[in-house]
DNA sequence: AAATATTTTTAGACTAACCTAAAAATATTT
DNA sequence: AAATATTTTTAGGTTAGTCTAAAAATATTT
């Protein structure tokens, strides 16, 4: 039996270790979840005493083979959950990852890939991060950030790094979503910002936002 | 903040006081909740200090407005879900309790409303239960108990007691569902058990089937 | 290479939800 | 109305996940 506090920390780590590759501190794992390090050193050793982690002590921590597994299933919920929620219940991608969050720990192999089916096996979620199938492969999407696009190139929205409602909600106020096209006009040495050219506007965004939106060739 | 524990005491409290009317137990308690006496009394003392239930010492629990209230909101989120296993993910009726009750306990306001409308505001889930609306009102289904039922009368199913799948299992198996039309051929003195005529058979069920199908007269 | 700073771990404590065993209250028999 | 049985509560303990404060290990500076 795995917890669901276990099942956040696995995902943690997951995440901030690349996708399972790199090893992990401790914390960087507390800020992540918002606890002390102290509490994160005591659910290390019970991962690894459960055989999803690999620790030695002041090493940092790597996910084993479990441990990923785990991950990718928490995470294939995650982004199917939020396809569900902004497909048939109307909610916009600034919405979703709050309740995501909630529903991905929900165990039913057959809730999921009913779901998954009745969703058309979709292959990303709103916000462009690829969903892994059954078996846990997905692909990587390839995709560059705005921050280092080329001048007077042509590009695709293909996702977002910074997930949160007030970002996402920028976005939507400047009519940037998934799939929008736009050029890169300027770069702006002093602050890092770039000027961008928009279907029948051009705006200027700040480096923030530059570092967190990403882009496809067109 | 109310835990998902606190929820379920809740809900059980509400059920088992035959919707929050009756005063309940704590043996009552400590069967459904499969726990020990003690444990109900501890968490009987919070719910009654979170003000959702009134309890005297020795004298049994009620639930408060609220605690009824919380109790409604629960029921009216697993039984929309249960709704949505069936119609839309294709679960059947003896597949979907299981999973409703991890997902009735997802917080989002949003959602709920949101899926209430998705699946058209359902009026009663898939065994024949009302689905209170959003301010926790819902119509009690008229129905008598096969066991008191009048030979010769003939009725419509319209709701289970015992959820379970083998019960659901077997009524499937003898082609009795939501909806089947009986009529009522003979009830047996000696064992309790009653002989009813289906659309092309006739069959005898026991008195434990007779006490847990729900009849309304056509 | 020593001193200092940072990170990580340990030690000891807390809360929620559970347990067992014993005590207290209530209900049922005689 | 006693005696007995049943139900409920109390007392004290356990585990998961958290915390603070202090100690230990590692990293960085001088
Ligand atoms: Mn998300
Ligand atoms: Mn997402
Ligand atoms: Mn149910
Ligand atoms: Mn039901």
Redesign the pocket.
Known sequence: MI?L??ENYIKAIYHLGNNGEETV???AIAEVMQ??????????K?LSEKKYANYK??Q?VTLTKDGRFVAVNIIRKHRLWEVFLVEKLNFSWDEVHEVAEHLEHIKSEKLINQLDAFLEFPKHDPHGDPIPDKEGNFQHIEKIVLAKAEIGAVYKCVGVDDTSSSFLKYLDSNNIGLGTIIKIKHKEPYDNSIKIELKDSEIVVSQNVAKNLYLKKV
Do not use: L, R
């Open positions: 917890t506090t276990e501190n401790t914390n606890t002390k390090a102290s509490s994160v050193t005591d659910m290390i019970k002590k002041y940092g």
